[in-house]
């Protein structure tokens, strides 16, 4: 009997078991992968901003097309207004907003902007959009003016010599402190431009447990916005923006009680035999000096040419009261008593 074992069969896997777990669960820390999104991801930051560089490509073209069937030599010369405009409206429905605290790029990369345990969060983005987008615009319509006035030719000991130096010297200081930034962003992934940093505002992790994904919420928006400026393109060469202007002005003056166009008393006073829509194109088309000493003696430039009248009894060229109607259709009036014109008839 002494030969039998006096440990029970059902314990004698315990302590195998023991030792095999213990290696069991070392092996398995080893070669768990890790999921969690880095605290300080470089690349995810400078895609923010490369995605908020193509949105604003993407607005800028529907937005100057629109603009070159209004006045096209408005988008070459204010291009870097409507750039700025385009920044500002983006920055303010994005990062200047107090529910998202991000510009759209960095939603999209799953960041938001943090001040560092300040409470401020807000009033610090609003004043990072107005240094960076505001304080480029002041700067580069700044450095334009100067170079446009020959500041850099002015003479040595002049104020403007001085002032273009001092600017020049402090454009190459911040280019060399941008520089030094970026390169303490590439070592430790804070503040990624020189406003950020003075702010203190640090880009961090919406959802740090997050996995990294697209929201199709931005592609949506895109959709339509772009549906929406194709039928304003289609739309606005239906629209004649002078007989919109006085369909708006004579339901304006309507409103208020007044005449429904307003009559020139120069024009009134001409003589018959002269035609008065002659007279205003004569005079829009002259420069001031010129106009007066041309428009002494009407009777030799605009006198009437194969006259027809109208049922107010002012007589016109057939030309120029004809190609008149033509161009506002129902809403041609008299330039001389403002009264309705939709027939005339050739004087004899």
Not at 62 to 74: E, Y
Not at 158 to 185: K, P
Request: with cysteine; net charge positive; glycine share 4%.
């Amino acid at each position: 009997m002494s030969d039998l074992p006096q440990e029970s069969p059902q314990q004698r896997w315990k302590p195998a078991w023991a030792a095999a777990e213990a290696r069991l669960r070392e092996n398995a820390g080893q070669t768990a992968v890790r999921t969690a999104v880095p605290r300080n991801s470089r690349v995810s930051k400078l895609d923010a901003d490369l995605l908020d560089d193509e949105l604003t490509d993407m607005l800028r073209e529907p937005v100057t097309k629109a603009m070159s069937l209004l006045r096209p030599q408005l988008i070459d010369k204010h291009r870097l207004e409507i750039d700025t405009a385009i920044k500002a409206v983006l920055f303010w429905l994005s990062a200047g907003s107090a529910s998202r605290q991000a510009t759209y790029g960095q939603s999209l990369q799953n960041l938001k902007y943090d001040s560092s345990g300040h409470r401020d969060v807000l009033r610090r983005l609003r004043m990072f959009g107005a240094l960076s987008i505001g304080g480029a615009y002041g700067w580069a319509k700044l450095t334009s003016y100067m170079a446009a006035n020959g500041w850099a030719d002015a003479p040595q000991n002049s104020f403007r010599r001085m002032v273009w130096r001092m600017l020049d010297r402090l454009e190459r200081v911040t280019r060399v402190a941008t520089l030094l930034n970026f390169l303490a962003f590439v070592a430790t992934g804070q503040y990624k431009t020189l406003i950020e940093r003075v702010l203190g505002l640090r880009l961090v992790f919406a959802r740090p447990q997050g996995a990294h994904s697209v929201s199709f919420e931005f592609l949506n928006r895109q959709l339509v916005w772009h549906a929406f400026t194709e039928f304003v393109m289609f739309a606005l060469p239906l629209v004649n923006p002078a007989r919109a202007r006085r369909w708006a002005v004579r339901n304006a003056r309507a409103v208020l009680g007044l005449p429904a166009v307003t009559i020139d008393p120069a024009v009134a006073a001409l003589p018959e035999h002269i035609c008065a829509i002659c007279h205003n194109a004569e005079s829009a088309s002259l420069s001031p000096d010129s106009a007066t000493a041309v428009l002494g003696d009407p009777a030799e430039n605009c006198a009437v040419v194969n006259p027809y009248v109208a049922k107010c009894g002012h007589s016109y060229c057939y030309v120029c009261i004809k190609t008149r109607m033509m161009a506002e259709t129902d809403e041609c009036t008299c330039l001389r008593c403002g009264q309705h014109i939709d027939r005339i008839w050739q004087q004899v």
